[in-house]
């Protein structure tokens, strides 16, 4: 292929006496004409090389036509009315409709008419403590900057001035008074770029203007965290601040709101652990901690004397993760064993109540309800089972099927099944391998590996529209679920973080080794996948293994180990990470596996789609430009290697149905056409 043709700099870092080039520095400028030229003529190359995939419009007409179905919500009580989101089918975003005493059904808030073409978006809701007001936040063009809208929730008049410059926020109420929110100082520059470090959190006082929302903590050099949450207990007595430098630990103050101008009290005052709390029964707090508890417990502790001395267990740690929720006056406890829920119902007591029954194995969430509460909504789903809602009754543990989709999808012609594989060190790693029944292992079975493999998050089955369409074509769908992440709590998190990041990477490539040595499939028909830290999974592994797999598709990834600090709130992935800057140890091991800093002349790396978001400020589009530049200069073989960039549109939250659609139909297409395909392979079969 011809590319267009990336211009060089001299560009030169020296970390700990080591030269660095870095000759696509110029791409960092997202404020820049040149940038903007590049990405032009790069989506041109890629979408001229899409337009002739012969089956690309058939994957978007089948695509289109499976996301086609009514999808609904688990509904929530504000006030005197009961709220749930619906998408009709092809509505670019989700619409918040209710139903009062008369069960009528009332269109409440639609996002699709924030903007024509469907990219602005809603980010969170959050209603007043008697529902009467509702605040909530916006997204434009995808961005982590936010606005937040204050609405009458009887009359659906705005109600005063948009508060602006949030990001990293939540949104919660004091009575009908106001609320607090987060929030860092606008940056010089760029603001999709640029470094945000020092979060705040104000109180906005309804019917002032935002230049008198009063700063409540991060204001001084003491007080500074990458990010800081503010949240009022539900009975309006205590305000809970739980400051962080980084995505993983807090330290927890809690302060009494029926004092004027009290004192924070300290709870933890270090970041050793993940610890918040749940709820509170007076002046009892029921804490949710990892602290001395990988897997997670529930303690209470009495405000006066709240520190881990005196925590008392409610609901003590066990061998699986636990996910608590409150639900009435119960506690929810969701235990992930071996990915798979298990749901449990405690008193405040830490009795059990009973065991939740489930449909089938698969993943339960969405729980919590209000005190007053006698029912509760969930959903479930898996690898081939749509997400439908059930019912809870919390007095007699009784479930209902509430909401069922109504699909192109049959479910039972697929199935899932878990295997455990060896990675490279011994350790046993779990994976869920989903695909139509009766399939041939005949190594020919094209097949997508995706992975994450960081912060704590845990890869639960969940079903997805776009994966459903690859399975239908007798695509296979393989999900390992790697250390770094939190499926095994806090160890299993640890053992894949800075100098061990390397066990996610051969975890990975023990996945693909597996479904090859089983005859799943071969390197010819597997294909990496994976977005944001999971970008940085495919590009670690394709720069490491290049004849792993057949294609790579890294999206939104970290692909820069040795800048990504610099970036927006890049700096708060340092618990997970390290940065070039900690000691020439931690440099020298980024360096290693930086999928930027090794790309190797000579070698013929896999078929590569890397995606990215023009407008995205969590993992700045800069990491992808620099890494596609670096293969497509490098690149041996005939392998295409494309960049495709999304116009308004960030990190993923927010994007609209059609343009994810597109994404689906452009990623299929060119994965199934890198694997030999002239026509889809269940037209081939035919």
Do not use: C
């Not at 009973?354 to 509760?376: C, M, Q, T, V, Y």
């Not at 592994?541 to 040795?562: E, F, H, N």
Request: aromatic share 12%; no cysteine.
């Amino acid at each position: 292929m011809k590319y267009p043709k990336t211009k060089t700099v001299d560009t030169v870092d020296t970390y700990f006496g080591v030269e660095v080039k870095d000759p696509y520095r110029w791409l960092e400028d997202d404020m820049s004409d040149e940038t903007a030229e590049w990405i032009k003529t790069q989506n041109q190359t890629t979408y001229g090389y899409l337009d002739n995939i012969p089956f690309r419009e058939e994957l978007k007409e089948r695509l289109s036509s499976l996301w086609n179905y009514e999808k609904v919500g688990t509904p929530f009580k504000e006030g005197k009315y009961t709220y749930f989101f619906k998408n009709n089918g092809l509505q670019n975003q989700y619409v918040l409709y209710r139903q009062g005493a008369n069960n009528t059904e009332e269109l409440f808030l639609d996002p699709n008419t924030f903007s024509e073409d469907g990219t602005t978006s809603l980010g969170s809701i959050s209603f007043s403590k008697d529902g009467s007001i509702l605040a909530y936040s916006i997204s434009e063009g995808g961005s982590d900057w936010r606005k937040i809208i204050i609405m009458d929730a009887e009359t659906k008049a705005i109600a005063e001035d948009t508060i602006v410059d949030v990001k990293f926020s939540n949104i919660s109420w004091f009575k009908n008074e106001g609320f607090y929110y987060s929030s860092y100082d606008k940056p010089k520059g760029s603001e999709l770029s640029s470094k945000t470090d020092q979060h705040k959190v104000y109180y906005h006082k309804l019917g002032t203007p935002q230049k008198e929302d009063k700063l409540i903590y991060g204001g001084s050099p003491k007080e500074k965290h990458r990010y800081i949450y503010a949240t009022v207990t539900e009975d309006n007595n205590y305000l809970v601040l739980t400051p962080r430098v980084s995505t993983s630990g807090n330290k927890l103050y809690i302060k009494d709101l029926t004092v004027k101008d009290g004192p924070w009290v300290t709870v933890l005052d270090h970041t050793n652990s993940n610890t918040n709390v749940i709820d509170n029964n007076g002046n009892t707090l029921y804490l949710v901690t990892n602290l001395d508890a990988p897997n997670k417990r529930i303690v209470k502790v009495n405000v006066s004397k709240p520190t881990p001395a005196y925590w008392i267990d409610v609901i003590p740690e066990t061998e699986n993760v636990l996910l608590p929720s409150t639900s009435g006056k119960y506690f929810i406890a969701v235990y992930m064993v071996d990915t798979i829920s298990k749901v449990m119902q405690f008193d405040y007591n830490g009795k059990l109540i009973r065991e939740i029954k489930l449909p089938e194995a698969g993943n339960a969430g969405g729980f919590g309800s209000k005190k007053e509460a006698g029912n509760d909504y969930f959903n479930f789903t898996n690898y081939n089972t749509p997400l439908s809602i059930y019912k809870l009754n919390l007095e007699t543990g009784e479930t209902e099927l509430h909401w069922k989709p109504s699909i192109e999808f049959n479910s039972t012609n697929y199935e899932s099944n878990q295997v455990f594989y060896t990675s490279k060190d011994g350790t046993k790693v779990p994976m869920i391998i989903t695909h139509k029944k009766g399939i041939e292992l005949n190594r020919k079975n094209p097949t997508i590996l995706y992975g994450y493999g960081g912060f704590n998050i845990s890869l639960n089955p969940t079903f997805s529209l776009g994966m459903a369409i690859w399975m239908e074509q007798g695509g296979i769908y393989a999900v390992p679920n790697l250390r770094g992440g939190g499926e095994y709590g806090r160890k299993w998190h640890d053992a894949g973080i800075k100098t061990k990041k390397q066990n996610v990477f051969d975890d990975f490539i023990a996945a693909g080794e597996f479904l090859i040595d089983k005859k799943y499939t071969s390197s010819e028909y597997l294909a990496l996948r994976g977005g944001s830290n999971g970008g940085l999974l495919v590009g670690a592994v394709m720069t490491q293994r290049p004849d792993l797999a057949k294609v790579a598709l890294p999206a939104v990834g970290v692909l820069d180990m040795l800048r990504y600090h610099t970036f927006t709130a890049g700096a708060g992935w340092a618990y997970d990470y390290g940065t070039a800057e900690d000691n020439k140890e931690m440099f020298e091991y980024l360096k290693g596996y930086s999928p930027l800093h090794n790309v190797k002349s000579g070698t013929r790396y896999p078929a590569t789609l890397v995606t990215t978001g023009e407008h995205d400020d969590r993992v700045v589009p800069a990491h992808s430009f620099k890494f596609a530049a670096e293969l497509q200069s490098k690149q041996a073989g005939d392998n295409p290697t494309l960049i495709r960039i999304e116009t308004d549109a960030g990190h993923g939250a927010g994007t609209p149905v059609s343009k994810t659609i597109e994404q689906y139909a452009d990623i299929f297409g060119f994965t199934l056409f890198n694997m030999g395909y002239k026509v889809l392979p269940y037209k081939k079969k035919e």
